[in-house]
């Protein structure tokens, strides 16, 4: 069974610092990954998704994310964080050929300050 | 087109009650999955729902059980609740089971037992 791990629970920046929130998962078979993101009472927001292709995949706001699958990661990153991008960050696996059923980690709250 | 709704939005209940959580997906949406988030966790895969039949479930006891309609609604029901049954309960829809069918998920139903 797959398995994902955020290394940080809380990420505290300043506005317009760049972040990358991290993050690993273990599977014995090829993985999708996505990042989703929740706001504060608000459902869950797809933010990007690698399923194939370019390992580097990008958001409409400004986020990327690479996957490396040599060292199981696919890190989120921005390279200049917005006060509105306070948020809870989710990471996100499912198995090739299991349908779209999500494996979460633990969660990364970034907390942007001014 | 609208998006996904549940309901009630929330709900309190004594431990050993019977509860039932309702989700509306997008229209054409055959494939539901729901999720539990516990305070300050990532939501864990309950169970998934394709037309009509469970697909997948993941790791909760029978007393957890679903049901999908014809007309995009779904249900959640768990039965014999416990304290532990304290969560956010989330309903995520998309067009089919394959991943590049983004998930879209509803707000979620907060569920307290007592």
């Known amino acids: 069974a797959q398995s994902v791990t955020q290394l940080d629970s809380q990420v505290p920046v300043f506005e317009e610092a760049p972040v990358e929130l991290r993050c690993n998962y273990s599977?014995?078979?090829?993985?999708?990954l996505f990042w989703y993101v929740q706001y504060p009472n608000q459902g869950l927001q797809l933010l990007l998704k690698?399923?194939?292709?370019?390992?580097l995949v990008e958001s409409i706001n400004g986020f990327e994310a690479e996957f490396n699958k040599s060292q199981t990661s696919f890190h989120l990153r921005k390279p200049s964080v917005h006060i509105s991008d306070t948020a809870e960050y989710f990471c996100a696996v499912s198995e090739s050929n299991a349908g779209n059923m999500l494996t979460f980690g633990g969660g990364t709250r970034l907390m942007v300050k001014p | 087109e609208t998006g996904v709704t549940q309901s009630p939005t929330h709900l309190i209940k004594t431990r050993g009650q019977q509860v039932t959580l309702r989700c509306s997906s997008q229209s054409g949406h055959n494939t539901v999955s729901w999720y539990q988030q516990a305070l300050g966790q990532g939501p864990q895969f309950i169970f998934q729902?394709?037309?009509?039949?469970?697909?997948g479930r993941g790791n909760f006891p029978p007393r957890f059980s679903g049901l999908q309609f014809p007309n995009y609604s779904s249900e959640l029901n768990v039965n014999a609740l416990e304290l532990d049954d304290s969560a956010l309960y989330l309903c995520a829809s998309s067009l089919g089971l394959a991943e590049e069918y983004e998930q879209y998920f509803g707000p979620g139903t907060r569920l307290t037992v007592t």
């Open positions: 729902y394709y037309r009509e039949e469970e697909n």
């Open positions: 599977s014995s078979v090829s993985v999708y």
């Open positions: 690698y399923l194939s292709g370019s390992t």
